[in-house]
């Protein structure tokens, strides 16, 4: 399957994406979500989540605003989701700078997710490596990070996608970078952690998770590139990024440069 032809098929087939993630982003990422084509869903509740992961069509668990409840939830929703085969992706907020959530994402790595999409920091840290991220901000390099990236792909079975100024792409075998100009998402709560559930929406629609997380990143990317050339600051910007994520053509990802390394 084509990178556009990944963005078509999630428009046709607005796949459902059930969302563990964090207070600070849910709505921002449910807009993000509706806009591009897909379908959100939110719950932590425990006894609810196993349920919920059974029928989307892929789960996000984004580790932003851990709580007791929401922890019990997630290892309800991947337990369930791993059962029905329904790709889970883990965003790894964070982890490296905050013990609890540190521990808990090393543990539910090695439970088969699709998908682990971080920043620099995080993907360091979630490997074992040494890594200087401040909070939810990164300060490693992304070049830094890929041998971490491959590492994890190897150990788990997943795609490491790692965000940066271009974001890398990793599996087992394979090392892409895909070049946009995303800098304005940086100044807009959420941006990362949208694409997190953006990555699910397109793992969903796709044929190979691989080539799903190359199209949502390209496409993700190109909309942020649209909006901030229209766009006179941060506020502007993330109403114009969700009107891009709905008009963008998907045949701009022919523009996107795809390097493999």
Same mark, same amino acid.
């Given at each position: 399957m084509t990178l556009p032809a990944v963005i078509h098929s999630l428009r046709h087939t607005s796949p459902l994406v059930f969302c563990l993630t964090n207070t600070v982003v849910a709505n921002f990422t449910a807009n993000a979500l509706l806009a591009a084509g897909a379908a959100p869903a939110m719950t932590n509740l425990p006894g609810e989540a196993? =349920?919920?992961a059974k /029928? *989307?069509? *892929?789960?996000? &668990?984004?580790?932003? /605003?851990p709580s007791t409840e929401q922890l019990a939830a997630m290892d309800e929703a991947i337990e369930a989701a791993n059962?029905?085969? /329904? =790709?889970? &992706?883990?965003?790894p907020v964070a982890v490296g700078a905050l013990p609890v959530r540190t521990r808990y994402a090393q543990r539910i790595v090695s439970l088969r997710p699709a998908l682990i999409r971080g920043n620099a920091s995080e993907i360091m840290a979630l490997a074992g490596h040494r890594s200087t991220g401040r909070g939810v901000d990164s300060a490693d390099p992304v070049a830094a990070a890929i041998a971490a990236g491959r590492e994890l792909a190897e150990r788990h079975g997943a795609v490491v996608a790692i965000s940066g100024p271009a974001d890398a792409v990793v599996s087992a075998q394979r090392t892409v970078m895909v070049h946009t100009d995303g800098i304005e998402l940086t100044r807009v709560t959420g941006g990362g952690c949208a694409l997190g559930a953006f990555a699910a929406a397109a793992i969903a629609a796709g044929q190979d998770v691989f080539t799903s997380t190359v199209a949502a990143h390209a496409y993700y990317g190109r909309a942020a590139e649209r909006a901030a *050339?229209?766009?006179? +600051? =941060? +506020?502007?910007?993330?109403?114009q990024f969700l009107d891009a994520l709905a008009l963008t053509d998907p045949q701009e990802l022919g523009a996107v440069r795809i390097e493999e390394l």
């Open positions: 196993g =349920p919920f /029928t *989307a069509c *892929a789960v996000l &668990v984004n580790l932003g /605003t059962q029905a085969n /329904t =790709p889970w &992706v883990l965003d *050339a229209l766009s006179l +600051g =941060p +506020g502007s910007f993330a109403a």
